[in-house]
């Protein structure tokens, strides 16, 4: 049984694509992140190393010992993956060594399975080395080793390497979709529809808040000092952009999570703006949406829209995050008011 909820697309590509001779040796799964990406990789895993009727069966051993974590032949690395120093805790992109160490890895024979997978999470995040390494087993693979690449986006990949990928894409799911997934898991009503918009069709974000409250209260503090910056001191803006600047430094996916929510509460604010209070995402949030509201004409809020929009542009092209943060704290002036500084960046 595939446990991946909402893309039956993807499952029947794979399904096609696992059947007869046709399997590959490597696939690049490519959606928003907690769309699903890691649920389909491992429910590939299993149904290439199911011994069930129906792959995937979900109760043979290699099934179960997948599902717990536990398979020796099935692997994760991500931009987590590392050697347990201070340094590599800190690191933004997966290295030459891991790949290295895939590599070393994928040579062996499989030890308790049919096929060892790969499943290298964030494939974005692959430095130029570790992309150049990783082409070498694109090309040669070894015999019963599979590879799985995972990626919000497929731009973000060597051309090298997307060419030598079966694509597969991850879709996000409907409010309805998510909605009922919630519902049939016991979730209150309200809080479904809630989460339903709030998640941009991902639903692991989504049933991750249903499960942890702190999901939530992380959001509320972001949309705090969100909304709080409208009537900041420019002391106050600047330490907001140092903050953002360090938390880029960190972590890219969390500096992306941050910039995405600044773009859904100003779009929040346009749909206010037109009366189109169906369409808000923050809709446990309306009051202070139309309070700020109050304060930014149409236009001006588009151009908020623009800047935030300039600034994750620069921020993927690798500008300096901390120029790029404080242009954005100055292009936004109290009551709305805004300067074009964005272009200079």
């Known amino acids: 049984m595939w446990q991946v909820i909402g893309q039956d697309r993807a499952v029947k590509l794979l399904k096609g694509s696992l059947g007869g001779e046709r399997l590959c040796q490597a ?6 992140r907690q ?34 974590g536990l398979h020796t032949d099935i692997q994760i690395i991500d931009v987590a993956t590392t050697s347990g120093t201070v340094a590599a805790r800190h690191k933004t992109e997966i290295g030459i060594d891991q790949i290295k160490e895939l590599q070393r890895s994928a040579s062996l024979p499989p030890f308790e399975g ?47 390497v997307l060419s030598r990928c079966f694509l597969v894409e991850l879709r996000p799911l409907s409010l309805a979709e998510v909605e009922a997934v919630l519902l049939r898991r ?82 929040d604010i346009l749909m206010m703006k037109g009366g189109c209070l169906a369409g808000i995402t923050n809709m446990d949030y309306q009051d202070k949406l139309a309070a700020q509201a109050s304060y930014f004409s149409l236009g001006q809020a588009k151009d908020i829209i623009s800047n935030v929009q300039m600034a994750q542009e620069q921020l993927e092209l690798n500008a300096n995050p901390r120029l790029v943060f404080e242009t954005l704290m100055l292009s936004i002036q109290r009551k709305g008011v805004i300067t074009p500084l964005m272009a200079g960046v």
């Open 35 to 68: 769309v699903g990406k890691g649920t389909l990789a491992l429910d590939m895993a299993r149904a290439l190393n199911c011994t069930g009727e129906v792959p995937p069966c979900g109760g043979c051993q290699p099934c179960t010992r997948i599902g717990g």
């Open 114 to 160: 049919r096929f060892k997978v790969f499943i290298i999470d964030g494939a974005e995040y692959l430095s130029t080395e570790a992309s150049n390494c990783l082409l070498k087993t694109l090309e040669e693979p070894p015999p019963r080793v599979v590879l799985v690449l995972l990626a919000a986006r497929e731009d973000a990949l060597l051309p090298t």
């Open 27 to 32: 696939y690049l799964f490519v959606g928003p």
């Open 186 to 267: 016991g979730v209150e009503k309200e809080r479904s529809r809630l989460l339903a918009r709030l998640c941009g069709g991902r639903l692991g974000w989504a049933l991750a808040a249903a499960a942890d409250e702190s999901v939530l209260g992380r959001r509320r503090d972001k949309l705090e000092e969100i909304i709080a910056l409208v009537d900041s001191s420019d002391e106050q803006r600047f330490a907001y952009a140092a903050k953002l600047a360090a938390l880029a430094a960190q972590s890219r996916e969390a500096m992306r999570e941050v910039i995405a929510m600044w773009l859904g509460w100003w779009r």
